[in-house]
C-alpha cells in the first residue's frame, strides 16, 4: 500500500497525521508514505525527522490583503502541476489530506486524476481548505457530531482524531510524582496552554499562585518554554505545592496521573481528554481562525463533559474558584471524566485504517 498525506501548518494538522501512520505502519510495515506539507512550516521539520520521505510545497493560505489572497490563488493554481507531477511519481492508492492549505493542492490534484482521496476534519468548525475539497473527494472523516451533522452523509464517517489512540495506548514513561517531588496524597491540576504558552493566560495564573498556595491540591504550571524565564522572574517565592516548568516532554505520561486539566480546546488536546477521561476546564482560543476552539469546547460543555471558561472573562478569582468547585466535589469530577470518556474515540486508528483499506480495495 502506497499512502500521500498532506498536512501542515499546525500541530493541529500534523500530528493526528503521524499518529495514523504510525498506526498503519504497525499494521502493514510494508506500507510506503509520502508527506507533503509547506517547506517552511512545523512539519518542514518535524516530518523528516520521524524518517518520513517529505516534500515541501510553495503554497500560501488565503489571508491578509486582497494583493496577498490573489497572489496566494496564483500560487495555489500553479501547484497544481507539480502535485499531479508528485502524484505521478508516487502512484499512490490513495491521497489523504489532514487539513491546513498545503493539503488542497494535492489532494484537488489527486481528485482529478481519479486517485482515490480522503480528507480529515479535527475540529468542530470545518477549515476553508476542507471546505474547498468536500464536493471533490470521495470520502470525510470528522471528528464532532456538529461537522458530521453539515456534511454529505453517504460519504462522511464519525470516526474521531488519531491522537485519541495514540494517547490511549501511550505507556506512563514519567512518574509526575517523582519527577516533579509531588505528594502523592494530594489531587494534581495541570494547567498547559500548549508548547507555546500563552502569554495572556500566564498573567493570570501568576496572580493567582498565591491563591493555589494554600489549598491542600497542587499544580504543575506550564509555561511553555518562550515565557518560561518571564515567568520564573516574576514568580519570586517557591510554593511547596507548585511546580512551574516550560514544557512537557511527555504529556501522555502527564495526562494518565493528573485529576484535572486546564488547557487550550484545540482538536488534538480534546482528543486526548475525551479518550483517557479526563476532568477539564477548557479556555479556548480566541486567536484561532473560524474561533474553531470554543465550537470545539462547546460540544462538549453541552454533553456536560468539560467546563469552559471564555478568556474574556478569565480572572485569577473565577480560575481558582472553577477549580476548587471541582476538587471539593468529587461527584462533579466524576460526571465530567464519564461524559468525557462517552465523547471519545479510543478506537480512531483502526477504525479510519479500516475505512482506507476498504476504500483502496473498492
Known amino acids: 500500500m502506497k499512502i500521500i498525506i498532506a498536512t501542515g501548518g499546525t500541530g493541529g494538522h500534523l500530528y493526528p497525521a503521524l499518529a495514523l501512520a504510525s498506526y498503519i505502519k504497525l499494521e502493514d510495515n510494508e506500507c510506503e508514505f509520502l508527506f507533503v506539507g509547506t517547506k517552511n512550516r512545523l512539519e518542514a521539520q518535524v516530518v523528516p525527522s520521524e524518517g518520513y520521505r517529505y516534500i515541501g510545497m510553495d503554497i500560501k493560505g488565503l489571508s491578509g490583503s486582497l494583493l496577498n489572497k490573489m497572489n496566494a490563488v496564483r500560487i495555489f493554481v500553479s501547484s497544481l502541476a507539480k502535485s499531479k507531477k508528485v502524484i505521478r511519481e508516487f502512484n499512490p492508492d490513495i491521497v489523504i489530506g489532514f487539513g491546513g492549505y498545503v493539503s488542497s ?27 474547498i475539497l468536500i464536493k471533490h473527494v470521495d470520502t470525510i472523516v470528522v471528528c464532532y457530531e456538529k461537522a458530521y451533522q453539515e456534511l454529505p452523509k453517504e460519504k462522511t464517517y464519525l470516526l474521531g482524531n488519531p491522537r485519541a489512540s495514540e494517547v490511549l495506548s501511550a505507556k506512563i514513561n514519567t512518574d509526575i510524582y517523582k519527577k516533579y517531588k509531588l505528594d502523592r496524597s494530594k489531587k494534581t ?6 508548547s507555546l504558552g500563552s502569554s495572556s493566560i500566564n498573567k493570570v495564573v501568576i496572580k493567582a499562585l498565591p491563591y493555589f498556595a494554600t489549598k491542600k491540591y497542587q499544580i504543575i504550571f506550564v509555561t511553555g518554554k518562550e515565557e518560561y524565564e518571564n515567568v520564573t522572574k516574576q514568580v519570586q517565592k517557591d510554593y511547596a505545592n507548585i511546580r512551574i516548568i516550560p514544557y512537557v516532554d511527555d504529556m501522555p505520561s502527564v495526562q494518565h496521573q493528573i485529576d484535572v486539566i486546564i488547557s487550550r480546546a484545540g482538536a488534538s488536546t480534546i482528543a486526548e481528554i475525551t479518550s483517557l477521561g479526563v476532568a477539564s476546564i477548557l479556555i479556548p482560543s480566541p486567536y484561532v481562525a473560524s474561533n474553531h476552539q470554543e465550537f470545539n469546547a462547546r460540544e462538549l460543555v453541552e454533553k456536560e463533559a468539560a467546563l469552559m471558561i471564555l478568556e474574556k472573562d478569565l480572572s485569577k478569582t473565577k480560575l481558582v474558584n472553577e477549580i476548587d468547585n471541582l476538587l471539593e466535589n468529587p461527584t462533579n469530577i466524576n460526571v465530567l471524566k464519564e461524559n468525557a470518556k462517552k465523547l471519545g474515540k479510543p478506537n480512531a486508528n483502526k477504525d479510519i485504517y479500516d475505512l482506507i483499506v476498504k476504500i483502496i480495495r473498492k
Open 189 to 194: 491540576v495541570l494547567i498547559v496552554m500548549g
Open 105 to 131: 493542492s494535492i489532494v484537488l490534484a489527486a481528485t482529478q486524476l481519479n486517485i482515490p482521496t480522503l480528507i480529515h476534519e479535527q475540529n468542530s468548525i470545518i477549515g476553508l481548505a476542507n471546505k
